[in-house]
């Protein structure tokens, strides 16, 4: 207003201006603006599809009546609609712009008043840069991980390498994963019977559930896990028949999932548990001793690629 008005003189009398907004059922505001000087009032009524808009009518409306040369004239409320939809701020109360008449200079001469300065426009205020996108939540998709390199410490004497492969499904944020495992066969020696060795074959078949959280094209997810061991060994030294024995028995554990997305459909995956063997099988050979016993814990780590279909 003050940059509209062109002026810093004071109007005749007091000049009160009260304005209130509401927002339509449609979405449109409205503007109801009041305005008082002395006994005289006018009412306003604006509607528009921004308060923006709103504003930059009721400071022109407003600036025209701090004019002196423009006093507040009576009369009753009204407006016009503009093409856009908004009121453009005047109405048939709008106060005339006539001469308001002559003044004197210090000669004693009459000169002609100084024409009211026309409001200046308000300029627009600057753009806001758009808010960034909100992520696009993830669907339901079908997953296959394979190949995969995996390592196990324990709960065999030596760590252990493998191939594993899992198959699993998503949806939003959830992971669900069906995993397969075969270890590499590993020899355990007899401490107490030189000679004396146990091979073992073991493989692995676990359900894990996670919770991701993605960052670009980073993705972390703890995980639970619960696995079915199966363990298969056989005797071996002199004078030693070769007869396999099987035992199964379950482990639990916790874990992690990290990977990188490299497209929208493939992605590198790395897997880290910590597991809790419910059971631990002792090995021993039929005539000779006990070979060794398993370990209560075990660590795996398992990479390879993610195939998002």
Known sequence: MRKLSGSTNAVQGALQVEGTISQEEDGRFHLKLLLRSGELVSERNIDSRSCADLTRAAAVAIALLLHPDEPLSEGGSGGEHSGDGAHDGTDSSAPPTGSAGDHQNADGKPTPSEP??????LEPPPARPDPPPKP?????YFRLRAPLAALSVGPLPRPQWGLS?????SFANWRLWLEGSQWRQ???????FPGYSAKVSRATLGLRGCH???????EIA??????????????????????????????????????????????????????????????????????NQLAPAAFAVMLGPEWIL
């Open 222 to 291: 703890p995980c639970v896990v619960v696995a079915l061991e199966h363990l298969t060994a056989t005797g071996t030294g002199a004078n030693v028949a070769p007869q396999s024995q099987h035992v199964n028995w379950l482990s639990a554990g916790v874990g992690a999932q990290a990977r990188v997305y490299f497209a929208s459909w493939l992605s590198l995956t790395l897997s880290a548990d910590g597991i809790i063997e419910t059971s631990r099988p002792r090995l021993s050979i039929a005539g000779v001793g006990p070979v």
């Open 116 to 121: 009211p300065q026309r409001p200046q426009e």
């Open 165 to 169: 492969l899992a198959a699993g499904a």
């Open 186 to 192: 590993q020899d355990v020696p007899a401490a107490d």
């Open 136 to 140: 696009t939540p993830h669907g339901e």
């Open 212 to 218: 991701a959280s993605r960052f670009s094209a980073f």
